[in-house]
């Protein structure tokens, strides 16, 4: 589950605009040569504070993979979105402009199994979608949730299944400890999200226990919810447990995690719908890494070993 959600209608009114506006380009990413063989292409180094880098650079190209893979891929490279700032997912590395963490190294991955190039962009979560369907990007990775909202736009490869949770501040002074305590309690969380639906869920269960409702704040991103805990105007933030848990585990933050039960869902990788070589291809790719102990390899260099699928599911989300 994600807590970033871009609706159907979201999508649809960003879909023109999303091919002027500009996006941070985070990796290098070189076409290959115009005479398109695999041997041409040299592949590209994960970065060096990319935890998982010494896997990512150990992978060789499936040459059955490659060869079905789409022929842009060989001079083009493949091009990736991303929404940077939502650690241990997506972060940038010390020089402020390169993306790593388990989705960006997945992304090179998977982009070395099809022997092709990789190039990384970050754009803001709403428009990603919008960028696949108009062709600016060959697919999303950004920790997005796979809903069956979601599969009317584009077609998912999931890739984890994750839950939700809640950050409050250390020692829990508001004394919350599930979504029954957030009656009366103001609540944080990034506007359009799943986060948001959780949130509004909450707030209608407790109108219809005859308890206060959920005083709901909606920010734009994940870092401006937190700050509204940090900061003491909210009691809690709703969020993704995994990013819960890392910025838990920041002293400077001050705050705690708890994980939200029988929320697990599966995140999925987003390509459109009739792009059926390059879903095909990521499919494979992906259930390669996982047969390979390549991808349980770079969930462990995150400390993410407990998001693991089994296989490659496509539209897995219910």
């Known amino acids: 589950m994600n807590i970033r959600t871009i609706s159907a209608l979201a999508a649809g009114a960003l879909l023109a605009a999303t091919t002027a506006c500009g996006a941070q380009s985070l990796d290098g990413g070189a076409a290959a040569p115009a005479d398109g063989g695999a041997a041409a292409v040299t592949l590209d180094q994960a970065p060096t504070e990319e935890k998982a880098a010494d896997v990512i650079n150990a992978i060789t190209p499936d040459k059955d993979l490659a060869a079905k893979a789409p022929a842009r891929l060989k001079t083009q490279g493949l091009k990736v979105v991303t929404s940077v ?98 009656c009366g309690k103001t609540v944080s969380v990034v506007d359009n999200g799943s986060s948001m639906e959780r949130a509004e869920k909450y707030d209608a269960d407790c109108k219809k226990d005859g308890k206060p409702a959920v005083d709901i704040l909606k920010f734009p991103g994940d870092q401006e919810a937190l700050i509204q805990v ?47 070589e390059l879903v095909d291809s990521v499919k494979g790719a992906l259930d390669s890494l996982i047969s390979s102990g390549e991808y349980a390899n770079l969930l462990k260099a995150w400390n993410l070993d407990k998001l693991a699928v089994q296989s490659a599911v496509v539209n897995g989300g219910k």
């Open 85 to 182: 700032g939502y650690p241990p997912m997506e972060l940038y590395a010390s020089d402020g402009k390169t993306a790593i963490g388990f989705d960006p190294a997945l992304a090179r991955a998977i982009a070395r199994k099809l022997g092709a190039k990789v190039t990384i962009s970050d754009e803001e979560f709403n428009s990603q979608i919008p960028g696949v369907l108009t062709g600016r990007y060959d697919f999303v990775i950004s920790s997005m949730s796979d809903t069956p909202e979601r599969q009317k736009q584009v077609t998912f490869v999931d890739y984890v299944q994750a839950g939700a949770g809640l950050l409050v501040k250390k020692g829990n002074p508001a004394k919350i400890n599930g979504p029954a305590e957030l």
């Open 230 to 276: 940090t900061g003491g105007r909210a009691q809690a933030t709703i969020t993704d447990y995994v990013v819960a848990a890392s910025k838990a585990a920041d002293p400077k933050l001050v705050v705690e995690a708890m994980a939200l039960e029988g929320t697990e869902s599966p995140w999925g990788i987003g390509m459109k719908p009739d792009d059926k």
